[in-house]
């Protein structure tokens, strides 16, 4: 029929003008990240999690990292946040533990629905938690760790400390330079955080042409250390570097002391310095620590007094140390890396504010990272525990 073809415009206009119409009431929203629900992030709150020894024998070291980021989130906070969001944090318990670390920082990202993990602790609990992270592209600021395999700079790993190879090249230098010590030992913690120290003190031997002269080895989470004593003190060390968290150093030192072995003792910044010297009370006058943060009762760091004043409105009762110093940093660096990735927060964006970040000065804590870089800081700083149980810094 000859009205058929006109009847099919007519039903082909209609249907297009009821698309357009649809399509007016029904708007496509813009297709960036603008409208990205990103976890953790509110109109006035960021939440972030952390899974720390909070028990056991390395509790001392979450507990302090605990302190130290949440001095530095009320800090922030009591200003108004970071574009008018508070920052939190909610913890959970893994006693140094890579197991626990999983289940921990999965029960984060999936049921607390944090934004990032932060202040972690332990080269063996990262091992097992930076996995996760990776593959849920979250970032793993500041673990409580100068373990290697966290500088890769593909993962989402931020941080804020120097590495192990950097604390114990600067033992043998000045073991080697300063006191002119050639015969050094070394006890470690017989996993991923002890090997990761052994090889550090071994590469920075080699570097010099000489070897270690004897080798002892403890389980992670004991004092069991009177067998690696036994062992390295036959090969008489002028010096012994250990790479244990507190209480297994003290101890080990302790029964040094009581066998009468008249060696330099040594160890790292993991170890808990505040933690260490009430453990070893009088007997840790003359040990040496390296550690990767400045002094905390500095008079000349804008950055030490800052930190003492948020650690007092914080915790009146808090008394400041090493560990919890570190942590208000982390707690700042974070700070810093939230403002410079905006109001338009997502994961993605705060990766990229630390890739883009070439230099960021803390108040006298100085912080450079790279597009190939995620560590901000390379500073070692040596120190002596003295009179009273108190920290000498040492040049």
Request: proline share 4%.
């Amino acid at each position: 029929m000859k009205g058929e073809p006109i009847r099919r415009v007519i039903s082909c206009g209609l249907v297009l003008l009821g698309l357009s119409m649809l399509a007016q009431e029904t708007p496509v929203p813009p297709d960036d990240e603008s409208t990205e629900v990103v976890p953790g992030v509110s109109d006035d709150q960021i939440l972030f999690g952390q899974s720390a020894a909070f028990e056991g024998p390395a509790a001392a070291l979450g507990r302090g990292m605990n302190l130290g980021i949440k001095a530095a989130f009320s800090e922030v906070n009591t200003t108004g946040g970071v574009y008018g969001r508070e920052l939190k944090l909610v913890q959970r318990n893994d006693g140094y533990e890579p197991e626990l670390a999983i289940v921990n920082s999965r029960s984060l990202l999936e049921e607390d629905q944090v934004f990032a993990l932060i202040g972690g602790v332990g080269t063996p609990t990262s091992r097992a938690a930076l996995p996760i992270a990776d593959a849920a592209k979250v970032p793993y600021i500041a673990p409580f760790t100068g373990a290697g395999f966290l500088r890769d700079s593909s993962s989402y790993s931020v941080n804020l400390r120097a590495s192990y190879d950097q604390e114990t090249r600067r033992i043998v230098e000045y073991l080697t330079d300063t006191l002119d010590v050639t015969r050094i030992a070394v006890v470690y913690q017989n996993d991923s955080y002890g090997q990761v120290g052994l090889q550090g003190v071994q590469k920075a031997m080699d570097a010099i042409g000489r070897e270690l002269v004897g080798i002892g080895a403890y389980p992670r989470n004991t004092k069991a250390v009177k067998t690696a004593l036994l062992d390295v003190a036959k090969t008489d060390p002028e010096a012994i570097v250990i790479i244990g968290a507190y209480a297994p150093t003290a101890e080990f030192i302790l029964w040094a002391r009581k066998l009468g072995l008249d060696s330099v003792f040594f160890t790292i910044s993991f170890v808990g310095s505040q933690a260490l010297a009430s453990a070893l009370g009088e007997q840790g006058k003359g040990v040496y620590v390296t550690q990767v943060v400045p002094t905390p009762d500095s008079k000349e760091l804008l950055i030490a007094w800052q930190y003492r004043e948020a650690l007092r409105k914080y915790d009146p009762l808090a008394e400041m140390g090493f560990v919890s110093f570190e942590g208000y940093l982390a707690g700042r660096m974070t700070i810093s890396l939230l403002e410079e990735a905006g109001r338009e927060l997502t994961r993605a964006k705060f990766m990229e504010a630390m890739r883009n970040m070439t230099f960021d000065d803390l108040d006298g804590f100085s912080l450079q990272f790279g597009e190939t870089d995620n560590q901000g800081s390379d500073q070692v700083f040596l120190t002596m525990i003295g009179d009273d149980q108190t920290y000498q810094a040492v040049q």
